[in-house]
Every structure is written in C-alpha cells, then in structure tokens.
C-alpha cells in the first residue's frame, strides 16, 4: 500500500492534518478556530443573496473499517446546487465511503440525496437531490453560477460560504493570496486522499478567508457572486479552494457518466533533479512496466520536455502539477506526444493512453468471512509487487470472527485468491462464491480451504464461514430454592452498630413484591442468623453469596425457620422457598444481523436491576454493536423497547414480526418507543442503508 503522508478525513470535522518537515504549520480540510460571519450582507449585499440561497449542508453517514467491521458515524459538510434538476457539487471526502445523505436547504427543507459519482484525484463529488420530497408547490431550485477562475489575481475580493461544524448556512470574507497555489511537498507534505495525490491536479485558490470544519465543499464566491472555487482545505492560516473551472468540467463529467476516465501513460514524474541543471521539464521516476510509457521506451531519469507541443512549466513545484494535466486532459485511446531528453540527447515518444484507473477500491465489508476486502487495483498490485490484479484485498479483521479464527489465521494485506479451488477475482465474486457453498450448510457454518497470497507465497487456510454468528449455547439450570430478597454481610462492625452480638448473618435489604418473602412477612433491616438452627456464616464483605449457597441446599417448595433479629428482639419465622427465577441467560433472545444489535425478553434479574415494576413489559435491548446502525440512531443497551412501529411489543417474538413487516412495508424508517431510566423517548432507525442486508 502506498504510505499516506496525510490522515484520512474522520468525524464530522472533516479535518485532516499533514506532517511537516521544515515549518511547524498544517494542512488541513476546512477547519481553522475563528469564527464566522454569519449575515448575507456588507460591500457586496446583492452578489451574496443571489448565491446564499444555493448553499447546501450536507449530513452522512460514513463507513469505514475496524475490526472487520464498517463503523457507521455521521459526517458533515456542505455543497452547492448546479443544476436545477438538483445536483449539488461537494468535496469527496465529504461524500466518499457514505452510505446515506441528507441535505439541509436555505429555506430549512431537509431532502435526501443520493451519490451520483466522486473523484478523489480532484477531491470532488456530485449528490442528486431527491426532488420528489419537496412539496409540490416549491419554487425551481436556486442555481449557482460558475465564473472564471483562471480570471483570478492576488488581491482579488473573494467569499467564502457554507455550513461549518453542522451550523445553518455562513459567509466569511477575505482576498486571494495566490490563484495557483501547488503545495510544496517539502514543507506542507501530500493531500492523499483514497490513494490518490490531489496536488498531481489541483493548484489551489490561495486566500484568507476562514473556513471551518464542514465548510469543505461549500463555494468561493466572487464578488459578483459566481462560484470561483471549491472550499477544501486549510494552509497554515490560510485556505484553499479547488479551482471552479476544474470543479465545473469534472462535475460535468460525473453527472453524464458518473465518473471521469481520463488517460494513462504509466508515467510517474518528479520535480528536475538538481544535478541535472538548470532548464524545464519533469524528470521520470517511473514507469509502469507494460504501460504505454515502457512500451514506447521511456526509462527513469528521462527528462520530459514538452507533451503534445506545450513545453512544461519550468517552475519546480508546477511543473509535476503540468504535465500531469496535460495528460489527463486526454482520453483513453488517445495519441500522447512526449518529448524528452536522454543523456543530452533530445527524442519523442507517441503514446497510445489507456484508462487511468482508481488508486484505491472501495471498503466492501464480507460478514460470513468477518473482515472488510476491497478489490486489487493497478496500483495496488505493483505497490505489493503482486503478480495481477486477481484476487480480493483483505484490508481488515475481526481477530474472533471467521477469518480472525481461521487455521492460520487471516491478515492485513492478505489476498484471497482461491477458495475450495475456485479462482477469486474480485470481492463481488467472493461474494457469490461464498453465498453458493454456504447455501444450505449446517447450523450457517461451512469449512473451506482458502488460498491466500502473503508476502510472496500462497498458503492454505482452513476457514470456518458463518452465515450468521453461532446460536448461543444454552444450558437450561436446574431450578433451586431461591429467597425473594437481597441481602448483604453482617459484618463485625455493623452488628455493632445495630446492637447484634452474633457472629455473622445477613441484613435484608430488599424484598421483592409478589415472592413467597414477602407473603410470609419478612420485612428490609430484619437481620437472619440463622435457617433452621443452622448459623448464617456470612461475616465479611465478600461473602455476599454465603446466604444464598445456604438457600440453594433446600428443595423449592420447602419450608426454613428463619431466626431473626428485628427491632432489637429475636424471633421466629417461617418462610416458604420458592424455585429460582428463569435466568437472563435462558431468556428467548435475537440477533439482529442487520441492525447490528440483540434484545431478550425480561429477566427476573433484569426487572430488579432497572427497578422495573412485576407488570412492566417490554423487550431488553441487551447489546448494542459498537457503531452500528442502531447505535447511530441512538439505541442504547438496557432500553426497554415498548412499541415498534404502532405495535406494542413484549416478546422477542413480537419485535421480530415488527421488523419484519416494516421491512415488507419498504419503510424508509422505523420507529421505537423506549424506556430509558425513568423516562420513554422515540428512537427513529433508518432502515435504508441496511436494507441490502436484511
């Protein structure tokens, strides 16, 4: 893998921070401590209105990688709207790895927008508003207008808008500094984003007005309120935008196709060495063997000079930036003259372009394996000097999950080849794979032999696939006495205090309503020395469980003497053992695979636990993955689920056939009542994003 000099962008912040080697300063994706401007007004009162009301605050939900899992969490940033059919143009990494958005307009609509495409060598995105959640009577979308950039000088006014830290819509105000600004690696280190170098692209709109985290993909305005930039990233302490003549002819492109194919030479060039001398161009330090480049002869250390008749700039840090402009301005298939010098000698290349391919596949998470794969790309494949692109990635674990089990186990930057003989291609042929020979399998597990290619050779594991986690054994108890109290050690010290000279016993606590302890008249603070004569030894603090082991020697249904200290008198009662309630572990439980979470139905314990009255009803939630679905819509372990959907609920049962038939329904959301503490709150699960696996 390609070792990132810059973070990837996690949370809502979006920030992202680069290592520096010679200035202690950053880079950073839209965040900085001032705050901002929050009027539409000032110098410029009329450009402002006319593109403030074409501001987008955009929320989603992103996936990413951990312990063989995606991690859901909500993201922010903002956009613009492009196109009166409401596409809205943002950065990538705000839409990028999201599986759900929802958009926040001027006039307070809140509409939900798919991914239309994204390209993160330019770090830029397009969304599709849904427009059929507007009201039928809106009015037409309002439409940003892109000016020229190239039109760009220092000292230019400019404006920078959108929707800081989840915050309504915002502008600040301040000048270029430098139109075309490329980060010098040296001291500002790379934008890596998905594994792509953005700098290979963009040169940035240097200026100084304040962006803020989640400004990221909002616009830079001139001063006759045209989209001149996208809003991307902080520089020391100032920011940069994407230039919106590149924003425009990349978002034409991902509206039409989807994505932008642009063509490839195989060539990857640096800054001209110094001991080469003065003069222009951009010296070879690679090219891809069996790339168009190697096959027209192009080594490392050659000198480009020009491509297709424009010499390349001879500015040492714009000179990369050019030639890689220059070529993917063309298409695959297209002819690619270079012209280039080899010692002292000048010569020319025509190069025919193949498609320049994604550095880095999307994170596709693979349950019954318990890991996260992405497809082997190009890049990939000659970073890890794999010998093709056949395979799938594994790119994380869950080390208790199948192939964190796995005899040997599974790692990081394995590549599953095989598996029972069958070649892999890729993760959706995995995946096809996987469902066919776990059809039908035995309890949902199937063993099978993987081929896995690591560190040169290929080796065999044994994998235990599971279409789902495995039931959780149950060992039904047998049913003891059980006394319908709770109690604590009679210790030295608090005999004393309360008068007893006897040496050990248990104070009651607490008598559970409704138990044969109450009936026979047990009340809290009487203190038991002793059933049926027998002493109760319990003494010291740990010896919490003694008076129970005590109990447990009877048969439920039977009869114990209890001799008891009550109000400073000894007396004698007695009580009737009931048998055990049925323990939480026992209790019809369910997995939802889907929703990442398990309930049960209520315990004895539990009703004692969460002081839960006899007639309570309800289903337990009683775990709640880590980031999961639910846990981004804000269950919580031990909420009481009292309704679902319309329905009331009290077994698992009944909260099953809920799920199901909302599922049915093509219910976009999915309402719970609970009971949390001593309150009840409703809790809204989108049911969307996980639809694909239900």
Request: glycine share 10%; hydrophobic share 40%; proline share 6%.
């Amino acid at each position: 893998m390609k070792r990132r000099l810059a973070g990837g962008f996690g949370g809502w912040i979006c920030s992202l921070i680069v290592a520096l080697a010679a200035i202690a300063g950053t880079v950073r994706a839209a965040s900085t401590s001032r705050a901002p401007v929050t009027a539409v007004g000032g110098d410029h009162p009329e450009a402002l209105a006319k593109v403030f009301p074409t501001i987008v605050r955009i929320e989603a939900i992103r996936l990413q990688p951990s312990d063989g899992r995606l991690m859901k969490a909500w993201v922010g940033g903002s956009g613009v709207i492009i196109s009166a059919q409401g596409h809205v143009l943002t950065n990538c990494h705000v839409a990028e790895d999201a599986d759900f958005y929802r958009c926040y307009l001027f006039d307070g609509q809140r509409i939900e927008a798919h991914r239309v495409g994204l390209d993160a060598l330019t770090d830029l995105a397009v969304l599709q508003l849904d427009l059929s959640q507007r009201p039928k009577d809106a009015p037409p979308l309002p439409v940003a207008a892109f000016g020229n950039s190239d039109g760009l000088a220092a000292g230019d006014a400019i404006f920078a808008l959108g929707s800081p830290g989840f915050l309504s819509q915002s502008v600040t105000r301040g000048i270029v500094a430098n139109p075309s600004l490329v980060l010098p690696e040296q001291t500002a280190g790379k934008m890596i984003l998905k594994g792509e170098d953005v700098g290979t692209l963009v040169r940035w709109i240097l200026h100084d007005a304040s962006i803020f985290g989640g400004n990221s993909g909002g616009p830079l305005v001139n001063d006759h309120g045209d989209v001149v930039g996208i809003n991307e990233i902080g520089v020391f302490n100032l920011s940069g935008a994407i230039p919106g003549n590149l924003a425009r002819g990349v978002a034409d492109q991902l509206i039409l196709h989807g994505r932008v194919t642009r063509g490839w030479s195989g060539l990857t060039v640096q800054p001209r060495l110094e001991a080469s001398g003065p003069g222009g161009g951009v010296v070879v330090a690679d090219a891809a063997p069996g790339s168009p480049a190697r096959q027209g002869g192009l080594l490392p250390g050659d000198i480009v000079l020009a491509c297709d008749g424009h010499p390349i700039e001879e500015a040492e840090e714009k000179a990369v930036a050019h030639f890689n402009r220059l070529e993917t301005s063309r298409l695959p298939g297209n002819e690619f003259l270079v012209d280039y010098e080899r010692a002292g000698q000048h010569h020319s290349a025509k190069l025919t372009l193949t498609t320049r391919e994604p550095a880095e596949a999307d994170d596709i998470e693979l349950t019954q394996w318990g890991v996260v794969l992405r497809d082997v790309t190009p890049d990939l494949a000659r970073d890890e000097r794999l010998p093709d692109k056949q395979g799938v990635w594994v790119e994380n674990i869950r080390p208790a999950g199948p192939a964190g089990q796995a005899e040997p186990e599974l790692r990081r930057q394995d590549v599953i080849v095989a598996v029972d003989g069958s070649p892999v291609g890729d993760v959706a042929g995995l995946r096809v794979l996987t469902e066919k020979l776990t059809k039908d399998s035995p309890n949902g597990i199937r063993t099978v032999l993987a081929s896995v290619r690591r560190n040169g050779a290929v080796l065999s594991s044994v994998v235990e696939l599971r279409v789902k986690d495995p039931d959780r054994p149950v060992t039904p108890q047998a049913r003891k006495a059980w006394l319908g109290a709770a109690s604590q050690p009679l210790t030295p010290k608090l005999g004393i205090r309360l008068g007893i000279k006897e040496d050990g016993g248990v104070r009651l606590t607490r008598i559970y309503p409704g138990t044969k302890a109450e009936a026979a008249g047990l009340q809290v603070g009487d203190v038991v020395l002793a059933l049926d004569g027998a002493p109760v030894t319990a003494r010291r603090p740990e010896d919490v469980d003694a008076f129970n082991r005590q109990i447990r020697q009877y048969k439920s249904g039977t009869s114990a003497v209890f001799s008891l200290w009550r109000d400073g008198k000894k007396l004698e009662l007695p009580v009737m053992l009931e048998e055990q309630p049925i323990p939480a572990a026992e209790m019809p439980y369910w997995k939802d695979e889907a929703l990442e979470y398990e309930v049960r139905e209520l315990a004895f314990d539990d009703r004692v636990r969460l002081q839960l009255s006899p007639e309570a009803k309800g289903v337990l939630v009683a775990t709640v993955d880590r980031a999961g679905w639910v846990a981004l819509a804000g269950l919580h372990g031990d909420d009481l689920v009292l309704e679902a959907g319309d329905k009331h609920v009290s077994t698992v049962a009944e909260l099953r056939s809920a799920r199901e038939e909302a599922v049915r329904a093509g219910q976009a959301w999915w309402v719970l009542l609970v009971q949390r503490r001593g309150q009840t709150l409703f809790v809204e699960i989108n049911l969307k994003p996980a639809k694909a696996k239900t």
